[in-house]
């Protein structure tokens, strides 16, 4: 009897990534078990719009701190969608560009609370819900945020707990600015490639 092949599930993990940090990679390892997911596509933003009152590190540095951090895990993966399409950075684009990359896969954009508790703020929100299910990962600092659940399609939503690291990229910048360690909140091969680039010191 011929074997029923599975849908190929995929995780797509948007982010500005700058600097990448173990709270991303412990998220999408997290959300890859619970979903049993094939592949998590880590997707660095190309111009993060709602960031545009903040300097962002040029797309080919973070593009490539995303590759090390994640080299070393044979479901991780990253694309260059969002950095390759010119102009602002959404969403629906990216996964218009991966639902055509991947046309029988099921797809899973994962974001922490945070991002969640903005997503009615995103462009053609609606479309993008038909697009992919949505996980929002639990993150320290956003506990008392109040998502909007009657406006939001909760039949397309998944909470998920992860471990907690309150470690943001923020943090992680102003800590490298300061000339404190960055050590153990990104994986070694980031600090390091921080440092070679001179990334984050106001230079
Ligand atoms: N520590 C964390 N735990 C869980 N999710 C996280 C964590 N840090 C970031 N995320 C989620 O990862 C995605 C990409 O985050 P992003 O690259 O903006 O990192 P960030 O640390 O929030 O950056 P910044 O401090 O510069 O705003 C977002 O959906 C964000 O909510
Ligand atoms: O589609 C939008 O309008 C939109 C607005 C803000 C953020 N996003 C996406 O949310 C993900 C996390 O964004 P950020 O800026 O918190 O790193 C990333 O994939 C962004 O492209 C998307």
Redesign the pocket.
């Given at each position: 009897m011929a074997s029923v092949e599975r849908v190929r599930r995929i995780g797509v993990m948007?982010?500005?990534?700058?600097p990448i940090?173990h709270?991303?990679l412990v998220?999408a390892s997290e959300v890859q078990s619970y979903f049993d997911l094939d592949e998590v596509i880590f997707v660095p933003t190309g111009q993060p719009w709602q960031k545009s009152d903040r300097k962002v590190s040029p797309a080919e540095d973070r593009y490539l701190m995303t590759v090390i951090a994640t080299a070393s895990n044979p479901r991780f993966s990253v694309s260059r969608v969002d950095i390759d399409r010119p102009g602002p950075t959404y969403t629906i684009d990216t996964l218009r560009d991966l639902s055509r990359l991947y046309p029988d896969a099921e797809l899973f954009f994962i974001?922490?609370?945070?991002?969640l508790a903005q997503i009615l703020t995103w462009r053609d929100v609606d479309e993008t819900f038909k697009l992919a299910q949505f996980v929002g990962?639990t993150?320290?600092g956003t506990e008392g945020l109040e998502l909007p659940l009657d406006q939001l399609p909760m039949d397309r939503i998944t909470l998920l707990e992860?471990p907690a690291?309150?470690?943001?990229?923020?943090e992680c910048r102003a800590r490298v600015a300061k000339g404190n360690p960055t050590w153990y909140l990104v994986p070694d091969g980031i600090v390091q490639y921080i440092a070679k680039r001179e990334l984050y010191t106001n230079r």
């Amino acid at each position: 009897m011929a074997s029923v092949e599975r849908v190929r599930r995929i995780g797509v993990m948007g982010g500005t990534f700058d600097p990448i940090h173990h709270g991303h990679l412990v998220a999408a390892s997290e959300v890859q078990s619970y979903f049993d997911l094939d592949e998590v596509i880590f997707v660095p933003t190309g111009q993060p719009w709602q960031k545009s009152d903040r300097k962002v590190s040029p797309a080919e540095d973070r593009y490539l701190m995303t590759v090390i951090a994640t080299a070393s895990n044979p479901r991780f993966s990253v694309s260059r969608v969002d950095i390759d399409r010119p102009g602002p950075t959404y969403t629906i684009d990216t996964l218009r560009d991966l639902s055509r990359l991947y046309p029988d896969a099921e797809l899973f954009f994962i974001t922490g609370a945070d991002a969640l508790a903005q997503i009615l703020t995103w462009r053609d929100v609606d479309e993008t819900f038909k697009l992919a299910q949505f996980v929002g990962c639990t993150r320290p600092g956003t506990e008392g945020l109040e998502l909007p659940l009657d406006q939001l399609p909760m039949d397309r939503i998944t909470l998920l707990e992860v471990p907690a690291l309150a470690i943001s990229s923020t943090e992680c910048r102003a800590r490298v600015a300061k000339g404190n360690p960055t050590w153990y909140l990104v994986p070694d091969g980031i600090v390091q490639y921080i440092a070679k680039r001179e990334l984050y010191t106001n230079r």
